[in-house]
């Protein structure tokens, strides 16, 4: 404890030191102090305020000082910590001119009088005044505890402020004016004591020094605001836009906003859909029904903010006709206002309303005589919103209404947060108990869907679902600041209401800091692990935390229900006590006496700052989550044991993780990332590069390049790699190589050669069991062999391929062997039930696995079947859908086929010319092989169905055409068809296509032999 002289004037509050030695007050007696007592001695309220606060904290700092064990000058007292502020700046305008025109007793009064207004509205608003200098005052909100509305706070206490200073004459006829600066944003805040003096919550970092520029900007009584304080009020303030200004000692312009008043906030009409919500809306509305018989209904919505207790009653009101709709709104700044709540029209006028039990119990009456000539006999819903805010005289005019409105056709909402406060009221006026709790999943991706629209990309909705944890308020304010800025921060609207409900949980609030950084889902006993718990009842802590909803218990484990939750309790953290606790979790692991997988190790090692530990896990990471085909998760690994790798300098190293991130870019489509990972990978091979090396490198280009259908470059890499493999003397990079060349084959219009070259890797890749080789080549030499007509072998292949890759769990194989290769051959044969199976089984798989260009396919070979079996409509929607996808993923792979599909299931002539027209488009600035093939087809049976036989002729001439350097049986025997019908369709001739038809048939190709007789 410091000497008490000296702290005081630490403090700038030297002047009361007379009145406390001659009271004798020494360190011993400053915690027994009250409010009475410093009156007493003379203290001001402002200066009582900041005493009292200081008070309180000195009892975290006494041990120390008394025995002389701190080993230096300055030491951090406290639990200091990083958290979200809005700090207030507020100065008398010309303070120093005014000392020298007034009596000094009268400029002290001035000051008093100025100190003790300001001390009681930031009292009022749950503020903390952390200093008064001269005539100015620092002021805090959101500290020592952080309330969900803390811009709101400092704006009104602010606006309070100005009222006092409008409202005092300094000098005839002048008023002394004030300006007020207010920032919100992250500080670090904790004690800082010194050798006999203590600084108490000293707010460090730039949000204090720019309320303090902003003070200095503001005009005279006014109040200048930074942009994320405006973001966090929302609307119900009078502002003006001030613009980018410029602000000493701040490197940037910031923007500003100059605040006039309050107004009323538009009201909340459209926004998103209602959800997840159907059965709570039910149970509300049987309320209703029984009060609108005359019988005094009472519903408790009870739910934690944000769970759509307000939306719940708005959709309610909305949908009930005939509804007269009355609103009592409790206050978080009127907690101790008898009756704030109550509409003015309600009560007498003050100087009627006399103290005393019987004239309180009279009060009520005429509310309640008030209240049932208003409802008349008209049916009445009552909503008491924010229920957990409500003062005590509200709370019993509450039971007496329910006893004096027992016969009304009333409905009465009760709308809390739970606790207490709301436990106590459901008791004392009884009713039904409604309790909200998250939405589901389903519930969830709909309101992300109808928040963001159909952009936001899959990646993207699962991390907001994962984070949000199925609040309503959290996953539209979060889905709004990834769709606008594709950050995924928590939102300035959200960061008040988390600190809150952290600072509500006290002590125990530490234990959810320090579990934060061991994870979302963790175990009683990591936490044991931890210094800095040492004599926390962990058990009582975890039980208290599981009550309060932050935990869920899970099977004797723990996890944050929500992840924003542990984001706000982990950066509340100082880095040094992060620090701390991910290292001696990553040490209790690497000692072996627990076990945790890879990329949790590796998290806990990265936060400890020891990257170079921690790198060799990432890499495990990544090849693990490979492994199970989650390539998303897999690239994060790999990134994060790049980003901590910089510390091994080990080229080599850093050359291998690339080119394992080129391989999970590759699957998930992400190309142009693929080859700027790819170029630098190839930079680095330069210098360190083996063989090996060089053949993973131009394998990997051949195939990106054949996914963008960029034919010719393609075959160059895989050419490439063919001569790297073929010099290292290896089967199996052969064989690796040739599977790629025979890609690039197929991408340049060569299917025969293709077919060869996949006959070749196949043959080597069995003859040395190499079973992966096998899977990924065995279906497209079937494929190839489609197109050569020879459909037994190709669909022995298909086959083969499909009941390895089920066997031995690789979906990407199944998904290749099942859609692209086995269903069109089906399709073919015109066995559509099983080809449709098979194209759903690869849609559903490519789905699951992120392929998304493959799901896209398979839906248009979906759509082709419909139109086989004759369902137009189906055929459009899955052609559409299937365009949609191609779109996003990109239009090369496969978009001219939906077009062709498009074209053939369309109606309406000016819709199947503009699909025909823009697939054309396409295939001319370059496409993947298999679009001239199924597009040329689809397209001359759109014409000939309306009839144009020239443009289907010229179809089947771009058939041919897109193949004339390796002519293709299944191009002559399509083309053939194509041209018969076309002399059909204008002779009336049908013996070409006839005969056409029966040599389709005699190879096997029935739907086409099918098509012939039929058009």
């Given at each position: 404890?410091?000497?008490v002289?000296?702290w005081?004037?630490?403090?700038g509050?030297g002047?009361?030191r007379?009145a406390f030695?001659?009271?004798?007050i020494?360190?011993?007696?400053l915690p027994?102090?009250t409010d009475?007592?410093?009156q007493?001695l003379?203290?001001?309220l402002?200066h009582?305020?900041?005493?009292l606060?200081?008070?309180?904290?000195l009892s975290?700092h006494v041990?120390?000082?008394?025995?002389g064990?701190?080993?230096?000058?300055?030491?951090?007292g406290g639990?200091?910590?990083r958290r979200?502020?809005?700090?207030?700046f507020?100065?008398l305008?010309?303070?120093t001119?005014?000392s020298?025109?007034?009596d000094?007793?009268d400029?002290r009064?001035?000051?008093?009088?100025?100190h003790?207004?300001?001390?009681?509205?930031?009292?009022?608003?749950?503020?903390?005044?952390a200093k008064?200098?001269?005539?100015?005052l620092l002021v805090?909100?959101?500290?020592p505890?952080?309330?969900?509305?803390d811009?709101h706070r400092a704006?009104r206490?602010a606006?309070?402020?100005l009222?006092?200073s409008?409202?005092?004459?300094?000098l005839a006829?002048?008023?002394?004016?004030?300006r007020?600066?207010i920032?919100?944003?992250e500080?670090?805040?904790?004690?800082?004591?010194?050798?006999?003096?203590?600084?108490?919550a000293?707010a460090l970092?730039a949000i204090?020094?720019?309320?303090?520029?902003?003070?200095g900007?503001?005009p005279?009584?006014?109040?200048?605001?930074?942009?994320p304080?405006?973001?966090?009020?929302?609307d119900g303030?009078?502002?003006?836009?001030?613009?980018q200004?410029a602000l000493?000692?701040?490197?940037?312009?910031?923007?500003?906003?100059?605040?006039?008043?309050i107004?009323?906030?538009?009201?909340?009409?459209?926004?998103?859909?209602?959800?997840?919500?159907?059965?709570?809306?039910?149970?509300v509305t049987s309320?209703w029904?029984r009060a609108?018989t005359?019988?005094?209904?009472i519903?408790?919505v009870?739910?934690?903010?944000?769970?759509g207790?307000s939306?719940?009653?708005?959709?309610?009101?909305?949908r009930?006709?005939?509804?007269v709709?009355?609103?009592?709104?409790?206050?978080?700044?009127?907690?101790?206002?008898?009756l704030h709540?109550?509409?003015?029209?309600?009560l007498?006028?003050?100087g009627?309303m006399?103290?005393?039990e019987a004239q309180r119990?009279s009060?009520?009456e005429?509310?309640?005589?008030?209240l049932?000539?208003?409802?008349?006999?008209?049916p009445t819903?009552?909503t008491?919103?924010?229920?957990?805010?409500?003062?005590p005289?509200?709370?019993?005019?509450?039971?007496?209404?329910?006893?004096?409105?027992?016969?009304?056709?009333?409905?009465?909402l009760?709308?809390?947060r739970?606790?207490?406060?709301a436990d106590r009221l459901?008791?004392n006026?009884g009713g039904t108990?409604?309790e909200?709790?998250?939405?589901?999943?389903?519930d969830?991706?709909?309101?992300?869907?109808?928040?963001?629209?159909?952009?936001?990309?899959r990646?993207?909705?699962?991390?907001?679902?994962?984070?949000?944890g199925?609040?309503?308020l959290?996953l539209e304010?979060l889905t709004?600041?990834?769709?606008?800025?594709?950050?995924n921060?928590?939102?300035?609207?959200?960061?008040d209401?988390?600190q809150?409900r952290l600072d509500?949980?006290?002590?125990t609030k530490?234990?959810a800091?320090?579990?934060?950084?061991?994870?979302h889902?963790f175990?009683?006993?990591?936490?044991?692990?931890?210094s800095?718990?040492?004599?926390?009842d962990?058990?009582?802590?975890l039980?208290r935390?599981v009550g309060?909803?932050?935990?869920?218990?899970?099977?004797?484990?723990?996890?944050?229900?929500?992840?924003?939750?542990?984001?706000?309790?982990?950066?509340?953290l100082?880095?040094?006590v992060?620090?701390r606790?991910h290292?001696e979790?990553?040490d209790?692991v690497?000692?072996?006496?627990a076990?945790?997988?890879?990329?949790?190790?590796a998290?806990?090692?990265?936060?400890?700052?020891r990257?170079a530990?921690?790198?060799?896990?990432w890499?495990e990471?990544?090849?693990?989550s490979?492994l199970?085909?989650?390539?998303?998760?897999?690239?994060?690994?790999y990134?994060?044991?790049?980003r901590?790798g910089?510390?091994?300098?080990d080229?080599r190293w850093?050359?291998?993780?690339?080119?394992d991130l080129?391989e999970?870019?590759?699957?998930?489509?992400r190309?142009d990332e693929?080859?700027a990972?790819?170029?630098?990978?190839?930079?680095?091979?330069?210098r360190?590069g083996?063989?090996?090396d060089?053949?993973?490198?131009h394998?990997?280009?051949?195939?990106i390049?054949f996914?963008?259908?960029k034919?010719?470059?393609?075959?160059a890499?895989n050419?490439?790699?063919?001569?790297?493999?073929?010099?290292?003397e290896?089967?199996?990079?052969?064989?690796?190589a040739?599977?790629?060349l025979?890609?690039a084959q197929?991408a340049?219009h060569?299917?025969?050669?293709?077919?060869?070259t996949y006959d070749?890797c196949v043959?080597?890749?069995?003859a040395n069991?190499?079973?992966?080789v096998?899977?990924?080549n065995?279906?497209?030499?079937g494929?190839?062999?489609?197109?050569?007509?020879?459909l037994d072998?190709?669909?022995?292949?298909?086959e083969?391929?499909?009941?390895?890759?089920v066997?031995?769990?690789?979906?990407r194989?199944?998904i290749?062997?099942?859609?692209?290769?086995l269903?069109?051959i089906?399709?073919?044969?015109?066995?559509?039930?099983?080809?449709d199976?098979e194209?759903?089984?690869?849609?559903?798989?490519?789905?699951?696995?992120?392929?998304?260009?493959?799901?896209?396919?398979n839906?248009?070979f979906?759509?082709?079947?419909?139109l086989e079996r004759?369902f137009?409509?189906?055929?459009?929607?899955?052609?559409?859908r299937?365009?949609t996808l191609?779109?996003k993923?990109?239009?090369a792979?496969?978009?001219?086929m939906a077009?062709g599909?498009?074209a053939?299931?369309?109606?309406?002539?000016?819709a199947i010319r503009?699909?025909l027209?823009?697939?054309?488009e396409?295939?001319?600035?370059g496409?993947?092989?298999?679009?001239?093939?199924w597009?040329?087809?689809?397209?001359?049976?759109?014409v000939l169905?309306q009839?144009w036989?020239?443009?289907?002729r010229?179809?089947?001439?771009?058939?041919r055409d897109?193949?004339?350097?390796e002519?293709?049986?299944?191009?002559?025997?399509i083309?053939?068809?194509?041209?018969?019908?076309?002399s059909s369709?204008?002779t009336?001739?049908?013996?070409?296509?006839?005969?056409?038809?029966e040599?389709?048939?005699g190879?096997g190709?029935?739907a086409w032999?099918r098509?012939?007789?039929?058009?």
């Open positions: 404890m410091p000497d002289e000296n005081l004037d630490g403090l509050l002047q009361y007379k030695v001659e009271n004798g020494d360190e011993r007696a027994h102090l009475i007592d410093l007493s003379g203290v001001l402002g009582r305020r900041i005493l606060a200081e008070i309180a904290l975290k041990t120390g000082a008394a025995s064990t701190q080993p230096s000058s300055m030491v951090v639990e200091a910590e979200q502020l809005t700090v207030m507020c100065d305008v010309g303070s001119a005014l020298g025109e007034l000094a007793e400029y009064e001035l000051i008093r009088t100025f003790d207004g300001c001390a009681e509205a930031v009292a009022r608003y749950g503020g903390y005044l008064v200098l001269g005539d100015g805090y909100f959101g500290y505890a952080a309330h969900d509305d811009a704006v206490a606006l309070d402020i009222a006092i409008t409202g005092r004459e300094c006829g002048d008023h002394p004016s004030v007020i600066g920032a919100s944003g500080v670090v805040i904790g004690d800082l004591v010194l050798q006999g003096t203590v600084e108490a000293s970092g204090p020094n720019l309320a303090a520029r902003l003070q900007m503001a005279p009584n006014g109040i200048l605001l930074s942009e304080t405006r973001r966090r009020l929302g303030y009078v502002m003006e836009d001030v613009g200004i000493k000692g701040i490197r940037d312009p910031v923007q500003a906003w100059h605040v006039k008043g107004s009323e906030p538009p009201a909340e009409i459209g926004g998103t859909p209602f959800v997840g919500r159907e059965d709570a809306l039910g149970l309320a029904l609108a005359g019988k005094l209904q519903v408790h009870i739910g934690q903010a944000g769970i207790k939306r719940l009653v708005r959709e309610f009101c909305a009930t006709s005939d509804v709709a009355l609103r009592w709104l409790c206050s978080p700044y009127h907690g101790n206002t008898p709540p109550v509409p003015k029209e309600y007498p006028d003050a009627a006399a103290a005393g119990r009060l009520f005429q509310i309640s005589r008030s049932t000539a208003r409802i008349g006999r008209k819903v009552l008491i919103e924010d229920g957990h805010w409500i003062d005289t509200t709370a019993d005019l509450l039971r007496s209404m329910r006893d004096h409105l027992d016969e009304q056709p009333l409905l009465m009760v709308a809390s739970p606790g207490p406060v459901a008791h006026i108990r409604l909200l709790g998250p939405l589901d999943k389903t969830a991706e709909e309101l992300i869907a109808a928040t963001c629209g159909e952009a936001m990309s990646s993207a909705r699962r991390e907001i679902l994962g984070r949000a199925g609040l309503p959290f304010e709004r600041v990834v769709a606008q800025s594709g950050s921060a928590i939102p300035d609207s959200l960061q209401s988390l809150a509500a949980l006290g002590p530490r234990v800091q320090f579990a934060s950084a061991i994870g889902n175990a009683q006993a990591d936490l044991a692990v931890v800095g718990l040492d004599g926390v962990l058990e009582n802590a039980e935390l309060d909803d932050i935990l869920v218990e899970q099977g004797g484990r723990y996890a944050f229900r929500h992840v924003l939750i542990q984001d706000v309790a982990y950066h509340s100082l880095r040094g992060r620090r606790v290292g979790i990553a209790h690497l000692a072996g006496k076990e945790m997988a890879a990329e949790h190790l998290r806990h090692l990265s936060g400890a700052e990257q530990e921690a790198a060799s896990y890499r990471a990544g090849h693990r490979a199970l085909w989650a390539h998303a998760e897999a690239c994060a690994h990134l994060a044991a790049l901590d910089e510390k091994l300098a080229t850093e050359l291998k993780v690339r080119l080129v999970s870019l590759r699957i998930l489509d190309y693929a080859l990972q790819l170029d630098h990978a190839e930079n680095l091979a330069s360190v083996h063989n090996r060089w053949l993973r490198i394998t990997l280009r051949g195939g390049l996914a963008l259908a034919a010719e470059l393609c075959v890499a050419e490439a790699a063919l001569g790297v493999a073929r010099r290292m290896d089967p199996e990079a052969e064989a690796r040739l599977s790629g025979g890609d197929l340049s060569r299917l025969a050669t293709a077919e060869r070749s043959r080597i890749a069995q069991g190499l079973q992966d096998v899977l990924a065995l279906s497209m030499r494929h190839m062999r489609l197109y050569l007509c020879r072998e190709a669909r022995q292949d298909c083969e391929d499909v009941a390895m890759s066997r031995v769990g690789n979906r194989a199944e290749t062997a099942r859609g692209s290769c269903g069109k089906l399709l073919e044969q015109g066995q559509y039930d099983r080809a199976h194209f759903s089984e690869a849609a559903r798989l490519a789905a699951e696995i992120g392929a998304h260009r493959y799901e896209a396919l839906f248009i979906r759509g082709k079947v419909a004759g137009r409509a189906e055929a459009l929607a899955l052609g559409q299937g365009a191609a779109r993923t990109g239009p792979f496969c978009l001219p077009l599909v498009i053939r299931a369309e109606a309406f002539t000016d503009a699909a027209d823009e697939g054309e396409l295939i001319e600035k496409t993947l092989a298999h679009n001239p093939l597009f040329n087809r689809d397209a001359a049976l759109a169905a009839g036989a020239p443009e289907a010229r179809y089947a001439k771009a058939l897109a193949f004339a350097r002519p293709l049986p299944w191009c002559d025997l083309a053939e068809g194509l041209e018969a019908l076309a369709t204008e009336g001739d049908r013996a070409q296509a006839a005969a056409v038809g040599r389709a048939r190879l190709f029935v032999s098509t012939l007789a039929d058009a």
